[in-house]
């Protein structure tokens, strides 16, 4: 009897040695056919393969720690292989969580390389549909994307341009400068983009200075006219309406120097300029002066005005 059970366990222990060498076998296999599939670019069957043997290995156990290491040192660079052949056709929906892998495992391997490359493809997909949701006017979506890209890679400043647009479409002019300021600090030689940030805020600075100029809150128009040349110092524009609030605040001098640099860029018609200056000079007591600014106002809404001021005020000679 004691013979029987000793033969018996003989054979039960050697069908879970075959098993245990079958099963070694089998992960094996996977992980040399997905080798096989990444040389021929068939990235999601090698992933398939690569995660066939961690599941087996794992269920092996200690045995088979090694192959299952090896398999999942393939996982990062495989899923950022499959992520980019998504990306590619513009099908960002799959992209993102295969992008998401490739980071995690990536980060598990210390992979850095990878790992940033990926950040970066998803810091450019965010930022592609925010820009979208911001063309569709879905302003409060456009700032979550562009957030979410940002949070991927900090560095990746075409995002704070974006929300920087956003920001000035919403008249959130604080934000808007805290946005475009990080991309001209940021961008690097990216001269174009450095453009188009300044430009951006200097526009908005001045459209806030000609609302305030036009209800007639003349400090609040300084105040944002001086901020827009802090961006931009080549509007014409933005010196004639500084003219206009420094005159309506009684600051006479400050009025004929914005002027002059008015004049200096002016391409076009100087008329409203030069009655600005005839203005100045007028409150200044200088009337000579005042008189020959009036006399170039040849043209625009203030001829009436100055032909007044000449005739019948200052009796101009």
Do not use: H
Request: proline share 1%; aromatic share 10%.
């Amino acid at each position: 009897m004691k013979r029987i059970k000793i033969v018996a366990l003989i054979i039960l222990t050697g069908l879970v040695s075959v098993s245990f060498a079958q099963t070694i076998d089998e992960a094996g296999a996977a992980f040399n056919q997905g080798i096989q599939f990444s040389k021929e670019a068939k990235y999601n069957e090698a992933l398939a393969a690569y995660e066939q043997t961690i599941q087996i290995c794992t269920k092996i156990g200690d045995d088979a720690m090694e192959l299952q290491i090896k398999a999942e040192q393939q996982l990062p660079g495989t899923y950022f292989n499959v992520a980019k052949g998504l990306f590619d056709v513009k099908n960002y929906t799959e992209a993102i969580p295969n992008f998401e892998k490739s980071v995690q495992y990536a980060d598990q391997m210390g992979e850095t390389k990878t790992a940033d490359a990926s950040r970066t493809y998803l810091a450019g997909i965010y930022y592609s549909l925010g820009n979208t949701d911001y063309k569709n006017e879905a302003l409060d979506a456009a700032i979550e994307k562009y957030n979410k890209s940002l949070s991927y890679k900090s560095s990746y400043y075409k995002s704070y341009y974006g929300l920087g647009l956003v920001y000035k479409k919403q008249e959130n002019l604080p934000l808007m400068k805290e946005a475009l300021d990080k991309v001209i600090a940021m961008a690097g030689e990216d001269t174009k983009t450095i453009t188009n940030a300044k430009d951006a805020a200097g526009s908005a600075y001045q459209k806030a200075g000609a609302i305030a100029l036009q209800s007639g809150k003349n400090s609040v128009a300084v105040e944002n006219l001086v901020m827009s040349q802090e961006y931009d110092t080549t509007k014409a524009s933005t010196y004639y309406y500084l003219a206009v609030a420094y005159n309506g605040l009684s600051k006479w001098d400050d009025a004929i120097t914005s002027a002059g640099k008015a004049l200096d860029l002016q391409t076009e018609d100087k008329s409203d300029i030069y009655f600005e200056i005839g203005k100045s000079y007028e409150k200044k007591g200088e009337t000579a002066t005042s008189c020959e600014n009036y006399r170039k106002v040849i043209a625009g809404n203030n001829v009436a005005a100055a032909k007044y001021q000449m005739e019948t005020v200052l009796k101009c000679q």
